[in-house]
């Protein structure tokens, strides 16, 4: 992009922020007119007699609370006056009254030179925000419904004592690199750590990244023990029910937008307006606040599974076995069988077993992309529109269908997709468990190598599902056998719906 056409994306965008500005002072002023009868508050997010200094370091955040209307001081289930100032704020701006955001340096080596992700809008916090949407992924949404109810105090603040992680994960030099990781915080699950001085003195900091251990018990893990294609060991299977040893790890999105823009080869502009107008305008500050650099968006997030010892992940003298799956609520909970997604993520829980048995080490990556990242209203309505076409639900239309009512027939964009891993120290991956070519062009990318792929075995293979892989493989996923021509894909069918036997 040339300079001029910088500098004509920045006119717009400032323009667009006077537009924005204005309707907000005019329509606080309506409200605040409507309003009349209630008694003033003591301060505003935009305002306040002792704001944050100009010094953006975290040395400058004392105990001196902010007072930001009443908010703070009143119990949730208070009524609406004063649960919230009587004014509503609808955005803010760089450089308005009070708004000092605490410095935010990504890709610094040191924690606390990067600095927290600082999301909520506390009374301690909100003029020191220096990232824009709310802490809990998609589940923020039930947070805010909980403080309406009055179920949750609006300025609770949790306990962290007794949270810390079961296990060490970095830090890996993929952290440092402002690059390698855009779409998680790499310090995530260390912030009530790192910033517990802050946090004591009413910085809201929280963690978008959880630690534990556990059990997995599987039905299909028991079977492969009493058919002796899984051994019991006492430490990866752990008894004869199958069940096995885990350490997890839970991650909601944290986007440095920026990054984000880059890796999908995009401007920063275009994707903070697409963010804006396409999620009907729920974050203005995409729009007015340029300053602030990091998301964190409302959609679900990563789980992530080790099997064996997690120090084993990042060590490339130790083989690794991997399978990144993205959640397919009806085959992976429900067994349904018009997909491989259920029989190919049990394959490779069972061979990332193995492989910890052996003395390397396994991980699942299970990512909350339903459907394509489609959704699985759109799922469903692709499956009706398949069984009822002409002709039947073939291979040859596989994707045609999809397209034809979501517009694309994938919005997974597994770019975003490594990032995860580079999070884990990931240096290669021995065993590849997925036919994806999305995926292993992703990861290859990134910088990670890929030493064998390994399909999902055909006896695993459902039978009303051979439409969906026979067109995968068709379209470009691996295969160590051979590719249908489109002939050949038309006479791959499914089953109709009054076919129960099968």
Request: glycine share 8%; hydrophobic share 35%.
């Amino acid at each position: 992009m040339t300079i001029s056409n910088d500098d004509a994306t920045l006119q717009k965008m400032l323009s667009t922020m006077e537009i924005l500005r204005a309707d907000q002072l005019r329509l606080a002023e309506q409200f605040e007119r409507l309003s009349s009868a209630t008694s003033p508050t003591k301060g505003d997010a935009a305002g306040g007699e002792d704001p944050m200094s100009p010094s953006t370091s975290l040395a400058a955040i004392s105990s001196d609370k902010a007072v930001v209307g009443d908010a703070a001081s009143k119990s949730a289930t208070a009524p609406q006056s004063s649960m919230y100032p009587s004014r509503v704020i609808l955005t803010t701006y760089p450089g308005q009254h009070g708004i000092e955001p605490i410095s935010l340096n990504w890709g610094a080596e040191a924690p606390l030179v990067r600095g927290p992700i600082v999301a909520s809008r506390h009374a301690e916090s909100i003029k020191k925000r220096n990232a824009i949407g709310a802490y809990g992924g998609s589940y923020c949404i039930y947070r805010a419904l909980a403080v309406a109810i009055g179920d949750l105090p609006s300025d609770h603040r949790p306990n962290f004592d007794m949270t810390e992680p079961a296990y060490k994960i970095g830090p890996h030099p993929s952290w440092y690199d402002p690059e390698k990781i855009v779409s998680i915080d790499p310090f995530g699950h260390e912030a009530p750590s790192i910033f517990k001085a802050e946090y004591e003195k009413g910085l809201d900091v929280r963690p978008t990244i959880a630690i534990t251990r556990a059990h997995m018990t599987m039905a299909e893990m028991e079977m492969s023990v009493k058919n002796g294609t899984l051994e019991v060991d006492g430490k990866i299977v752990v008894n004869t029910r199958g069940d096995l040893a885990v350490s997890k790890a839970a991650v909601e999105p944290v986007w440095y937008l920026p990054g984000v823009a880059k890796r999908f080869g995009i401007e920063e502009s275009l994707l903070r307006r697409a963010l804006f107008e396409d999620t009907g305008g729920m974050y203005p500050e995409l729009i007015t606040r340029p300053d602030l650099k990091v998301f964190l968006p409302p959609i679900g997030g990563i789980s992530v599974y080790i099997f064996g010892n997690p120090e084993y992940v990042s060590d490339p003298s130790k083989k690794l076995t991997l399978r990144v799956h993205d959640e397919c609520n009806g085959s992976d909970v429900f067994g349904s069988d018009i997909c491989t997604c259920r029989p190919y993520l049990i394959y490779g829980i069972e061979e990332c077993a193995k492989q910890a048995q052996q003395g390397g080490v396994g991980v699942i990556v299970y990512f909350r992309k339903e459907g394509r990242a489609l959704g699985e209203v759109t799922k469903y309505l692709v499956y009706n529109a398949r069984k009822r076409q002409a002709g039947g639900d073939t291979a040859s239309n596989y994707f045609l269908r999809t397209e034809c009512i979501a517009g694309v027939k994938d919005m997974r964009f597994q770019a975003l997709m490594p990032d995860v891993l580079h999070w884990l120290g990931i240096q290669k991956i021995d065993r590849m468990m997925s036919m994806s070519n999305m995926k292993h062009d992703a990861i290859v990318g990134s910088g990670i190598p890929i030493i064998e792929r390994v399909p999902i075995p055909e006896e695993l293979i459902p039978a009303d599902s051979r439409v969906e892989i026979d067109a995968k493989i068709a379209s470009g996923y691996f295969t160590s056998g051979s590719v249908m021509t489109e002939q050949e894909l038309a006479q791959v069918k499914g089953r109709d719906w009054e076919d129960i036997e099968h």
